[in-house]
């Protein structure tokens, strides 16, 4: 069994590969809504590692870059040193820097496994895109797909589609949905969900991947849930998942262990209510880590130093 494991969290402050910039503010609503103390009441030796802020570029594709070049750097130390990263978007486009990262640390143990719960695909490029938006293109460039300035980051090595699978698809193009068939990519569209049961899908996608990787990953974009409940997304989709079967499914299914890393993404604050969406974000990341072997606080406190839990207030410029 792989040792426990402190949870550093990483704010990635970027709206640049979305069409609406809001979610760039997410992980500060987060932070000071007080995500750090939840999680070390329930327990978890939880620190801010740091935010990457997006620089002040005009052109998103450079901003993006340039983010995600910087959080594949903290996020491959943080795994090549058995530390668990927990991304906090920031729109979806942040994971070409998260999973890349993590796959790199990793990859000396063996491959990543990667659960990815979303309304969307995210498998354009730019050719097939319409919209041009980034944050519709990461999962394509994490399996090698889409422009090389972005495929090459953290080493240019593809995620394995064979160890992919993604829950609640509702909301996809063609282009998009044909490279991820012909790949292999195991999709869970969202009438599946609804027939057979959450439990019952998140169970085959665990047992799936975890026999043929050395960890998992698991990046939740808030619009798979049915934005009814979770209204502060960047795109919602209707009929989605609701967050109640979502816990309840987390809190039925085997651990997802080894956990190589979490990303929670496309938060935005600004269409939220009453803080309905950052509580359910919150109640997630509580209840995955609680069903991993995640460390638990030292009775001496948490392992972070001064300097990392300063870092709850540094907001750090991505360069």
Known sequence: MEPAQPVHIIGVAC????????????????????????????????VWNATIEAPAERDPFRAVALVTTALARRARDLAAHK??????????????????GIAAGLASRGPLGLIWIDAHMDAHTPQTTRSGMLHGMPLACLLGYGDPRLTAIAGGARL?????CLIGVRSFEIGEAALLQR???????????????LPAVLAEAIGTLRDRSAALGVSLDLDALDPRAAPGVGSPVPRGIRPDQLLAAL???????????????????????????????????????????????????PSGNDEEDAAERTRRRAA
């Open 15 to 46: 709206g640049a590969g979305a069409p609406d910039p809001g979610c760039a503010e997410g992980p500060r609503a987060l932070r000071e809504g007080g995500l750090v103390s939840r999680l070390r009441r329930a327990g978890l030796d939880a």
């Open 183 to 197: 790949l292999g990519v195991r999709v869970f569209f969202m009438h599946e969900v609804a027939r057979r049961g």
């Open 160 to 164: 394995d589609p064979g160890l992919v």
């Open 251 to 301: 809190a039925a299914a085997a651990p997802v262990a080894p956990l190589a890393g979490i990303e929670v993404v496309e938060y935005n604050p600004y269409r939220d209510t009453r803080g309905a969406t950052a509580r359910i974000a919150a109640a997630f990341l509580e209840a995955l880590l609680a069903r991993t072997p995640a460390q638990r606080v030292p009775a001496n406190g």
């Open 83 to 100: 530390r668990l990263p927990v991304v906090l978007g920031g729109d979806h486009s942040c994971a070409i820097g998260t999973w890349r």
